[in-house]
């Protein structure tokens, strides 16, 4: 028997509970996985409180990501004893997650454990700092330099914000930081940000063309936020899109598109295939300091995962949250 965080719907609509599963009742898979380590991200907050239809399949156990090491594989790549990542691919959605002491997935779904990380610093990195480091990777095959300019980075003090001014920063980027709470300034100057402004001069609508001001962005946003950054963007700068915290639409023109040769990069985490993958996790073990790790990251146990979705929905969090499913 292991412990999960388990979802269920029925005609009077969706609980989520702590309890004990048998292993006979995992799902499919070709690798079990004795989880270590998992994370608690937006999405999984969406679905553990049933604020949006994140969850295809019920009963689901959530968690989009986990780190541990393989109990059982019948696949090629894996043996007994690798110690394994998982990100994305539908896990947590249609596919039981991590948010368990188990979890048994396609062996094809895994990356190995990069070396010089454990498994609770590679899920302080999570996602979510997967993520930012796609959209860094996006930046740089574009050809940003830090000679041309500040780059903005939205959300900064959520998860993919957080590891983005890190990244960057480490880079030599000077990064300016947006966000909503003022009172998390030194937390991003510690980060490596120079610069820090409030979200609010990007949440409401704008001028489709704008003063020039950066020369990349990163944006875990979308909505009015996205469609500002790419205003402000200078002359063929380059705008990575990863988010939809303030909402799924767009409401922009194309002029900064036209007219000043900016481009809008789209990232996606959950579906990225493997040499990408692999690129992200190498750049995120070798120029996070473990410092920046301990700054964003704060760990709490498996069953404090269904309350605290719910304050990271409300704003209440910041940065990564790590869940140890064996505390």
């Given amino acids: 028997m292991f412990a999960a965080v388990l979802i269920k719907k029925g005609e009077s609509g969706q609980t989520v509970e702590l309890t004990q599963l048998d292993e006979a009742q995992l799902v499919e898979g070709d690798v079990t996985v004795d989880v270590e380590f998992s994370t608690l991200n937006y999405k999984d907050a969406l679905a553990i409180t049933g604020k949006s239809p994140v969850v295809r399949k019920f009963p689901m156990v959530p968690g989009i990501d986990f780190a541990g ?11 007994a004893g690798d110690h394994v990542i998982l990100n994305g691919w539908g896990v947590g959605e249609t596919h039981w997650g991590g948010l368990a002491q188990r979890a048994r997935v396609n062996g094809n779904w895994l990356i190995p454990l990069p070396a010089g990380l454990s498994s609770r610093q590679a899920m302080a990195i999570g996602t979510a700092g997967y993520t930012a480091s796609l959209c860094v990777e996006a930046l740089l095959r574009h050809g940003l330099k830090p000679d041309q300019g500040e780059v903005l ?17 480490k880079l030599g980027f000077g990064v300016a930081a947006a966000t909503g709470k003022a009172a998390e300034g030194e937390y991003l100057k510690q980060l490596g940000a120079r610069t820090i402004i409030d979200r609010a001069e990007l949440a409401a609508a704008g001028k489709p063309l704008q003063k020039e001001r950066w020369a990349g962005v990163v944006d875990s946003v979308g909505s009015h936020t996205l469609a500002n950054a790419c205003a402000q963007t200078r ?7 990863c988010g939809l915290a303030q909402g799924m639409d767009f409401p922009a023109s194309v002029a900064p598109f036209i007219l000043r040769g900016v481009s809008l990069l789209g990232v996606d985490s959950v579906m990225a295939p493997k040499p990408p993958r692999l690129a992200a996790w190498q750049r995120l073990a070798r120029d996070l300091a473990p410092a920046s790790l301990n700054l964003i990251a704060t760990e709490i146990g498996l069953a404090q995962a269904i309350p605290t979705a719910a304050d990271l929905l409300q704003g209440k969090v910041r940065g990564r949250v790590v869940v140890n499913v064996n505390a």
Avoid at 153 to 169: I, Y
Avoid at 236 to 241: E, K, Y
């Fill in 235 to 241: 002359y063929g700068g380059a705008v990575a899109a």
């Fill in 153 to 169: 980075v939205t959300g900064a003090t959520g998860g993919v914000g957080s590891f983005a001014v890190a990244l960057l920063s």
């Fill in 69 to 79: 090491v393989v109990r059982h594989s019948s696949h090629a790549d894996w043996k």
